[in-house]
């Protein structure tokens, strides 16, 4: 696609269910990244994907979060049984390959939990 | 430990003033550093960066950034603001050497630009 998507835009849950946000990267883009963006917050590195090598998994905050990607096509994050302080804009960014080529982001999803 | 700090939270500018947003790092190695721009709605779209060389780096929308290694800073500037560069601005450092971007980004400035 022209660029990165992401889906939902918006997610309005309640405490203690589980969500699933979905990311796909610019077409040919190996590499893929997901951050949490809290209220008046930088962005937070949550975990990497490159191709099909082990993630990097070392930003995210709980075993409540997990992510998947299948090759170099889509990715899901989950966060189970979810809590208020999960409140955040979750964005998604690929780049060409790994290394240092430029990111480029999705518009988030913005996800509230009740 | 490694963190950006973007000391100013909300700026407000006319039209047409100058504009300079401060950036500051604190980073073990030398960094990799950049400043994205996020529009309401929209994801962030990279304005710059800079890993070596002229320390003056230029970027889309008229925009420039000069690396300051003595003062650990990348502030960002631009000579006239337009009334469409109203948006939240984040500077983030990245690994130079080896590794991948795991950037680490600043709470950001939000820019108002007054007509």
């Known amino acids: 696609g022209a660029g990165v998507s992401q889906s939902p835009s918006n997610k309005v849950t309640e405490k203690g269910k589980d969500v699933e946000l979905r990311c796909d990267p610019i077409?040919?883009?190996?590499?893929l990244y997901w951050y949490r963006q809290r209220l008046g917050q930088g962005l937070e590195f949550l975990i990497y994907?490159?191709?099909?090598?082990?993630?990097?998994k070392s930003g995210l905050p709980s075993d409540r979060f997990s992510a998947e990607r299948t090759g170099e096509s889509v990715s899901t994050l989950t966060i189970q049984r979810t809590q208020q302080e999960d409140s955040a804009v979750y964005l998604c960014?690929?780049?060409?390959?790994?290394?240092?080529?430029?990111?480029?982001f999705g518009p988030g999803t913005r996800l509230t939990v009740l | 430990a490694q963190s950006v700090t973007q000391p100013d939270i909300h700026i407000t500018v006319s039209e047409g003033a100058s504009l300079e947003l401060r950036c500051n790092y604190s980073?073990?190695?030398?960094?990799?550093l950049f400043w994205y721009v996020q529009s309401p709605g929209q994801g962030l779209q990279l304005l710059l960066k800079?890993?070596?060389?002229?320390?003056l780096v230029q970027g889309i929308k008229g925009f420039e950034a000069e690396f300051k290694r003595s003062q650990s800073s990348f502030n960002l500037r631009k000579p006239s603001v337009h009334w469409s560069d109203a948006a939240e601005y984040f500077c983030?450092?990245?690994?130079?050497?080896?590794?991948?971007?795991?950037?680490?980004f600043g709470a950001g400035t939000r820019l108002a630009v007054h007509p």
């Open positions: 980073y073990g190695a030398t960094p990799y």
């Open positions: 960014a690929s780049s060409s390959s790994g290394g240092r080529d430029t990111q480029y």
């Open positions: 994907f490159q191709g099909n090598s082990a993630p990097d």
């Open positions: 077409s040919g883009h190996t590499a």
């Open positions: 983030a450092v990245g690994p130079l050497s080896g590794g991948y971007n795991k950037l680490i």
């Open positions: 800079y890993f070596s060389g002229d320390t």
